[in-house]
């Protein structure tokens, strides 16, 4: 049976049982229930239960403003809703919102740094390529699966060629083919966690011009 908070779809019915049972959850876990159900309707990509996602991670925010475990992945998500509809700006706003989150509470961390520095990338703001290089640099030694590292060097070949630093661009863009050839994490229990499974066509395309 699928758990309440993790609905596929959101009849008015689902409404009302959602926030019956939300009245009656923890009020310390009410916030990461919202999050959660938030992200399962996103999951499906269909525009109107995007909507409700969007209505659902604002009204976590505003009512639960001092949840720091859940505030950062909301505005990740946001970000991903917002891509979803092709609102670039608002998208990229809310990745920029959970990065400086994340540089005030460390420990809470997401993928939100990746997307970001991918939209600049997909939208050709140049103007922003500096800022995505420093922040892919600042966080390369720390990558851990190959799929990240795959993306991670594809970014900044692309970037390192548009600065015609055509050697380094050259290096990076091998060191993503190293990991997109990686069969295993390196983990020792999720050895296919993280593994590359497709490669990107937009960024081998851009890699390659």
């Not at 008015?12 to 009410?30: Q, T, W």
């Not at 809703?81 to 919102?97: C, E, L, S, T, V």
């Not at 990338?121 to 500096?130: P, Q, V």
Request: hydrophobic content about 35%; proline content about 1%.
């Amino acid at each position: 049976m699928t758990d309440w908070y993790r609905r596929k779809k959101w009849t008015k019915s689902d409404e009302e049982e959602f926030f019956a049972k939300l009245g009656r959850a923890r009020k310390d876990g009410r916030a990461q229930y919202l999050k959660i159900q938030a992200i399962e309707l996103m999951y499906t990509d269909d525009k109107k239960l995007l909507s409700v996602a969007e209505i659902l991670l604002n009204k976590m925010l505003v009512e639960y403003p001092d949840d720091i475990f859940n505030k950062g992945s909301a505005l990740h998500t946001l970000g991903n809703i917002y891509k979803k509809f092709d609102n670039y700006k608002n998208a990229i706003d809310y990745y920029k919102q959970a990065m400086d989150f994340e540089q005030m509470f460390p420990n809470v961390k997401t993928q939100a740094y990746l997307d970001f520095s991918e939209l600049i990338i997909k939208t050709n703001n140049t103007e922003k390529f500096i800022d995505v290089e420093n922040i892919l640099l600042e966080r390369y030694s720390g990558l851990l699966f190959p799929i990240e590292k795959y993306k991670v060097n594809s970014i900044l070949s692309i970037i390192n060629k548009y600065k015609n630093k055509l050697d380094e661009a050259k290096q990076y863009a091998e060191l993503a083919e190293e990991n997109a050839d990686c069969e295993t994490s390196g983990l020792r229990y999720h050895k296919t966690l993280g593994v590359v499974k497709g490669k990107e066509t937009w960024l081998e395309i851009l890699k390659q011009d």
